[in-house]
């Protein structure tokens, strides 16, 4: 007999009602007594369990009787309809193989465990039910993005992950090598003809650079891949190696960027919510409350555009006692992004961002003190989407380059694609992680990431 | 007014017939005479060009008539429906604008470029029929794998990159660090504990050690995600950055890991042929013909199954003058694989391998010499996935490093998967690339990645 998933079991319970089915998973909790017992079985199909009665007239009930949390079953039985019951059906159970029995020495043998100590679990968190609606949430985002570019044509891209540009100019890339460290501190010598690349090379900051290149091929690309940063925090928001998603669109201005921001945002957001609901009403019952609502009002809501100096404006006009004074031509910190959204309650895209305190690569405007850049800032999110207008002027380019001191070693070919057919385009940058956090109301990039890698922590 | 993609165009020509629009892409071709001109315009959104006719009237005509290949145009004017000519409509512009006028030095104006020279212009490359079609099916493919991995319930899981395992054992990883190089030929010192992560970690070879933790919670869970290989191998097949699919299934043995294996490359492959077939022309004509047909006869070929040593068999008994003798107990060279495809007339699955040519953590058979590990081997492709069911005995995965002299180190949780509910549960890999020059009919691996790394090479 073939087996069949929880969730199957769910969808189609009618179908299966009074017939014998196969199913497998693992032990939730289990309770028994002398002449039967009950087990909330979960294969990981589906956020929800199912229950298992048996009786006293299973060969091995006495064996069933001890069974532990987290151990493995397989179970054949009758699917009964329970309709008065909390379950909607139950499986008595006609036999019941153990195929992995578990020690009671697991680790997670109690509920209430913290973040932080699950956190140690990495290989077994995603089986709590904190973990596996945030893992799961994580899936589904990543299908809702796939999903929307591809339907509108976008190509998706693998920019190079191993690189020997620092395309961001930040300058925290780690560096990939095969050269030995030891034959280096022996010889007193670093020789990168040896080394593999026969250069020094870093793992990417982003993937924006080779995209405009496919942009300028095929339209609209994304990206959406593994990025990294040598940054030595330790915050709830920092992590050395997350995933990005960085559309780029030829032919398209700031406005018409800002337009494919706030679709993707309310697209994604929406599908998620409408294909996960037991995972969101989890999530928004123990994790943060207001959470669906908070998601579905963004649905709905008109994002706010406005020029960074305006902002500037309204927060110096705020009677607000500022830990950082808002200036006009500096970045705004996070309680003025906090106040800012709340100002004009919903989403603000802020664009027109002066021009020293943002990336090489940003169209410059006439006034020639801004850039056509912009951020997005969510209610209860601060930053989520980071883009601009790029700016496609070979001189313009070529002069900020120089201004800021940047050697064009290397990014030659990325000047080169001002020259060849160069026309107005944008991009933007989405951080996975930060998207999760919004829609998981999960508070650490640590715990919205499967095996997460921060300063001296690169466990698994 | 609204811009319009090409690819709408040639969806929606009636509605658009007659109809004044606006478009903008680069210049393909052009060709003028003294009262007016065409221009072949591609803007990525589709492989096929619209053909653009404008005459002396516009004011500026004596410069569009100087238009050079790939520059970028914004062109407003009417859809005109040709259903006497090759093409099935055309633009009778009433305005041109130039927005990136591209120099006569553009590298790429003549057609005919071989594809070792366009690898010198990976940023340019996609411009062409060529790389536009491969890249675009590369896009295609992958989400395809999406697809049928997400509709199927299947949790995508990003595994770490950077990591301390080497999952392979096969220690061709490249080295991570934030240590400075030069410090440590000047000081003579290597000291990890200085280091990002306190010790040594490089770039991963697979994401399946990860992958298993999660199968262990969701039952079905899939990668799809760089890996890397610091092998100075300058082969067609070989390069240093690729992506791979890793799918991890609970309660899965080996015939049922056939099953998907040969469902999911069927479902791919019909999936690529069905959604670009203007692409999949254009390679079937211009780089290998007969690769429609080829990819037709896979989604309804029968897979063989069958044990290595039934092939050894088979190959020995083969009035072949091999160049590298079969034995048992061994692998099987290329000159094999490609024998025994032609020998089934189709996909073989060779399953059951000599345990000491396959990895520690495969499956031991009872017969105490072979491993559940299966190679499928698809004609013109040669071995295009491996997997194998998972050992997922606690005693026996020990004994088996032990034996090979592993260290369990950083590898304990690994084999906790087997203490904690562990279950008969398997998988596969597949080479994202591989399988891209069997969708492509292209030979090289550089030709399928956008940016390829490969020893020496890390350009851009």
């Known amino acids: 007999m073939k087996r069949i998933t929880v969730y199957e079991l769910y969808k189609k319970s009618s179908e299966y009602a009074n017939k014998e089915i196969n199913i497998a998973g693992w032990v939730r909790t289990a309770r028994e007594s002398k002449t039967f017992g009950f087990i909330e079985l979960n294969d990981g199909s589906f956020f929800k369990n199912v229950q298992v009665v048996y009786e006293n007239n299973l060969e091995n009930f006495e064996e069933i009787t001890k069974i532990t949390i987290s151990s493995s079953l397989r179970v054949t039985g009758i699917l009964v309809l329970t309709p008065d019951a909390k379950q909607p059906f139950e499986i008595k159970a006609t036999k019941v193989e153990i195929e992995g029995l578990s020690p ?4 997670l043998q109690k509920k209430g465990h913290t973040v932080e100590f699950l956190r140690e ?7 709590t039910n904190l973990f596996n609606a945030v893992f799961r949430v994580r899936s589904m985002a990543a299908r809702a993005i796939h999903k929307y570019f591809q339907e509108r044509r976008y190509v998706y891209v693998h920019s190079p992950l191993i690189t020997a540009n620092d395309g961001e100019g930040a300058g925290e890339m780690f560096q990939v090598t095969t050269l030995d460290l030891d034959k280096i501190a022996e010889t007193g010598k670093v020789d990168y003809d040896k080394d593999f690349f ?7 900051v982003t993937g924006q650079l080779e995209g405009e290149a496919f942009a300028m091929a095929y339209g609209n690309i994304y990206t959406f891949g593994p990025t990294f940063r040598a940054e030595n925090s330790n915050t709830k928001t920092h ?25 993707m945002l309310k697209y994604i957001v929406k599908y998620v919510l409408d294909n996960l609901p037991e995972e969101m009403e989890f999530l928004n019952k123990f994790v943060a409350p207001g959470l669906i609502e908070k998601l579905n009002k963004l649905i709905t809501s008109t994002f706010t555009r406005i020029d960074h100096e305006e902002v500037i404006k309204i927060l110096k006009e705020a009677k607000v006692d500022w830990e ?12 003025h992004e906090k106040y800012i959204t709340e100002y004009f309650n919903g989403p603000v895209f802020i664009k027109n961002w002066p021009k020293d305190i943002k990336a090489f690569y940003m169209k410059q405007n006439p006034d020639n003190k801004t850039v056509a850049a912009v951020d997005l800032e969510v209610p209860g999110a601060g930053e989520l989407m980071g883009g601009s ?35 107005v385009h944008s991009g933007f940058g989405m951080g996975f992680e930060r998207l999760l956090i919004y829609l998981t109301g999960v508070e650490n990039i640590r715990d919205v990431i499967p095996f997460p890698r921060t300063p001296k922590n690169c466990e698994f």
Request: charged residues 35%; contains cysteine.
């Open 104 to 107: 009671v020495t697991y680790p």
């Open 121 to 127: 679990y990495s290989y077994l968190r995603p089986r």
């Open 198 to 204: 026969g250069k020094h090379v870093g793992l990417t």
């Open 239 to 263: 992590a050395s190696e997350f995933w990005m998603i960085e559309p780029e669109m030829a032919f398209c201005d700031l406005e018409e960027l800002m337009d494919i921001e706030e679709d």
């Open 324 to 335: 950082f004074p808002p200036e006009y031509g500096e970045d705004i910190a996070k309680e």
């Open 389 to 423: 207008q790029r700016e496609e002027s070979y001189e313009k380019l070529l002069n900020r380059m120089n201004e800021l001191g940047m050697s064009t070693k290397g990014l030659e070919w990325y000047l080169d694609l001002r020259k060849y057919g160069t026309c």
